[in-house]
């Protein structure tokens, strides 16, 4: 991963002369791209690490596996949200942890939990380092030193069970590195959202992950069947089975909880045998309210497809529904995609009965061809957002879910939101929305949103946020349905669980986490 | 409900000439039932509820809705474990409720709890009685007084979305009630427990029920979209979205907290239209073993039916599988049942798939007669016990789960554990088993197990119940996969999840019951 952008940087390309047009015509943006600057030269925080400290951890991790190396430091100095990505071009001083520590496994993750509770270090859990909502920020709250506590060591396959189809896989694994050692088991796990790439099997516990195939393989809580967990009081091992009624679900507990409760260091998950076959459709519908209608025919009726997403008129327009390419051939009205994968009886029946369904709410089939663009581009739009932001764009994503009969009235109100405040500030956006998880009870939005930068564009940025997440509490949506809390949804917390229930949080960290070292300023207000 | 006994009277049939020659030649036992006891020949512990603490209560919920009267303390003096029954019939005073208080509302429950929690008596919240693990005996722990807190009263349906397919459902609500005034508007909520005549939907989700259906529509748990509980702290309400990465997932504290943590007024539950239609197909395989795995098959394959069911072959021997009555046209090897339900279509692409697979893991198709058969007894089990009870036979049910791998093994370590304690006792029993949940990952297993009554049958069966637990939580499964923890599972808690787990689930306790009013004795060691 690069420290001032997404991925690596063979995925950067330079946008193509259609949509220069469509930024000139539409933002009067034009010129060349801002140049980036050599990681060298950008300035640091010093450490405070002391050298008492460092004995201290190397006594844990030994000598190689803590840095407080220029490079380590910048490379853990945040997530990859819009704000993190232009305070990283920012001529400041950029905050960074104070050392970046790699335990090897489980046992040392909790002795540097030990270490770190009885020397007032703050310690924010590092996996993939992907978070677009301040979830790996270096935050130190209360405490005078901060580390990244780096997990990628941690990336074994401890336990296959192709019977029960499970696996037990360690919290630093990349999902392609997971991908592939369950591969050479003929096995998979089907869990690929947008930071699939780069994000880490822990990451997606801790921070409810959601991938693009949710509708046939579920969420990545729905995958989890046991987990490990250090805790600065100790290890805790959760799910005895495939289900339970043995008092409340403490996994629950720590899916989601975003390093704040302790640090997930392994995850037995549910995995399938490789699909035999995968068939693509892709479907236009004249609007998306029919579209939106359609998805639910088919959710409700238990047909769903492997992956079924459908996108709004705007985002159907600039084809950002098909790849990560704005312009292209256009589709007319509302793009959706299915695929539909497993055995060939089962893909063969589901996507005739989706099909169906598809068609009898009003969806004009249009054949393979868009849904395999669709899977081929589909890890590519983050790429694009930094192109965006070099040339004095703002892009961002935010998402949400509510009910089926609440989901028009919603995404009208983050819509008007995000247009409201954006165009208050002299910078009309560009609001793009798609649909692309879905349940018997209602489905997600996620939302694109294209501006001018003004001279300052993270403040610019912060009042737009601060109304779409005053909107979406206001219309009953979630605060979020798959990006996490983090630094940014914090303030929105109680909205979404109440007095009482950040009082429950904060019960479980005082057990847990006494000292508070873990990942402070982020989930829990 | 009865008081000493499963269900209504007129649900209690004599047993068949040919159980009673199954019992006489297995167990040696004969003759006639026992004579039942009029309830008003029953000593009752007498009630300590002081004068002071009647008007406090009355000044809540008004002077009609609390009682110290026999008939209510006594329908309120436990569940209906074989030792909670077995305790009905002893001669000795029975333990009771001081009071039963029968709130109207929310608001009322939250008024009950905050007068408690001032005045030192413990609540034992009370839906539908039904508890088969002590979950609602009245343990007062270190208080003088408990009351039974019954939530009969809560019975409506705030709200009904039928586009989203959500209901809100009180608490108080039983499993036909629910169903009745969900008809009315075209849907179902399809949740199918044994318990399901009598149980409530605040029950079904303090204990993480499953019913008989959940294959098809899933868990208790899988279904709750939202809850309202009140607690000694305040109301907490959780669940704003079909799905959410807005932290740890805090509905599932609640779910499966019986009653200790707070009490569950309201659901809101996925809801489906009524079925188009339902099919009915019933199968044979020559062992269990080649069942099991036809089983898992189908559900990997994602074309789980909405009923999927296999008998081992003992219940299939003795036809428990098929209806109440043991006795009846016998199958050979194990029978599996399986209901398919909703569209024309989907019933029609649904079949076919399992069926295929079913067919080809070594099925031999039965037809329709035996999975309606099925279907038709299949709440009438609870009523035999009874009738087994009467004639000294000790009848008592118990469930486990665990992965696929290690569901043989899992069963024969229960079944041996049975057999040996009960066969060291003088008393070999019969033990038969089904699998009636069924997961990508695994699968329940649900014992009956019948033996000839000792003198004292709750220490005989307290002996088979120990050695049974310890086996479970030695051999990798779940103390409980649908019966919930209540008093009888409690010591097995820390076995499940860990010290460190029981610690947290105090610290939520401690947050929001810091009196320790909410029904001690169960739950949390």
Redesign the interface.
Same mark, same amino acid.
């Given at each position: 991963m690069v420290w001032d952008a997404w991925g690596i940087p063979a995925g950067h390309k330079p946008l193509s002369a259609s949509i220069r047009n469509l930024l000139t015509q539409v933002f009067g943006v034009s010129g060349d791209p801002v140049a980036r600057r050599d990681e060298g030269d950008v300035p640091l925080r010093e450490s405070t690490l002391t050298p008492t400290q460092w004995d201290g951890l190397v006594a844990v991790v030994g000598v190689g596996s803590i840095s407080v190396d220029h490079h380590d430091r910048l490379l853990h100095a945040g997530g990859k949200s819009t704000p993190d990505l232009l305070r990283r071009r920012a001529a400041d001083p950029q905050d960074a942890p104070d050392a970046v520590v790699f335990p090897a496994d489980h046992e040392q993750v909790l002795a540097v939990l030990g270490y770190c509770a009885d020397n007032a270090i703050a310690v924010v859990p590092f996996g993939g380092g992907t978070s677009v909502v301040g979830g790996v920020d270096p935050v130190r709250g209360r405490f005078d030193t901060v580390i990244a506590l780096d997990l990628r060591r941690l990336d074994g396959i401890s336990e296959i069970?192709p019977?029960?189809?499970?696996a037990t896989l360690g919290a630093g694994l990349t999902g392609p590195k997971a991908e592939e050692l369950l591969a050479a088991h003929g096995l998979s796990l089907g869990h690929f959202p947008q930071s699939f790439e780069f994000a880490s099997i822990g990451g997606f516990a801790a921070?409810?992950?959601?991938g693009q195939a949710s509708a046939?393989y579920g969420?990545f809580?729905d995958m989890v069947?046991r987990l490990e967990i250090a805790?600065p009081?100790?290890?805790?091992?959760?799910g005895?089975?495939?289900?339970?009624?043995?008092?409340?679900?403490?996994?629950?507990?720590?899916?989601?909880?975003?390093g704040a409760?302790g640090v997930i260091t392994g995850v037995t998950l549910?995995v399938?045998?490789a699909p035999e076959t995968i068939g693509y459709q892709a479907w236009s519908f004249p609007d998306f309210e029919t579209g939106a209608a359609a998805l639910?025919s088919v959710v409700?009726?238990?047909?769903a497809p492997t992956v079924l997403r459908l996108s709004d008129e705007v985002e159907t327009g600039v084809n950002l529904a098909r790849s990560a390419d704005i312009g292209g051939e256009a589709v007319a009205g509302c793009l959706a995609i299915t695929t539909f994968e497993?055995?060939e009886?089962?893909v063969a029946?589901?996507s005739?009965?989706a099909g169906?369904l598809l068609a009898a709410a009003g969806g004009n089939a249009l054949g393979q061809t868009p849904a395999e663009e669709w899977e081929h581009g589909r890890f590519a739009a983050p790429y694009m957002r930094d192109a965006l932001l070099d040339l004095g764009v703002l892009c961002e994503t935010l998402e949400?879910?509510?009910?089926?009969?609440?989901l028009t009235e919603l995404k009208a109100k983050v819509t008007a939101a995000l247009t409201d405040s954006l165009a208050e500030q002299g910078t009309p956006p560009l609001v793009m929305c798609h649909i692309s998880?879905t349940?018997?009870?209602?489905?997600?939005l996620y939302f694109t949103v294209i501006a001018k930068q003004l001279d300052d564009p993270i403040a610019q940025w912060h009042i737009a946020k601060r109304a779409v997440g005053d909107a979406i509490v206001a219309a009953?949506?979630?605060?979020?349905?798959?990006? #996490? /809390?983090g630094t940014d949804?914090r303030p929105w917390?109680p909205g979404?669980?109440?007095d @009482?229930?950040v009082?429950?949080?904060? #019960? /479980?960290k005082?057990?847990?986490d006494p000292a508070g070292i873990l990942n402070p300023g982020k @989930?829990?207000p």
């Open positions: 069970d019977v029960s189809g499970t921070t409810r992950s959601s046939g969420r809580d069947q805790t009081s100790g290890t805790i091992e959760l005895r089975a495939p289900a339970s009624a043995a008092g409340p679900d403490l996994r629950e507990l720590f899916v989601g909880s975003e409760l549910r399938h045998p639910r409700q009726a238990g047909a497993g055995t009886a089962h029946a589901r005739a009965e169906a949400t879910a509510t009910t089926w009969s609440n998880h349940y018997p009870t209602g489905a997600s009953g949506g979630t605060i979020t349905h798959h990006h #996490a /809390v949804h917390i979404e669980i109440g @009482l229930g009082r429950v949080l904060r #019960a /479980v005082r057990e847990l @989930l829990i």
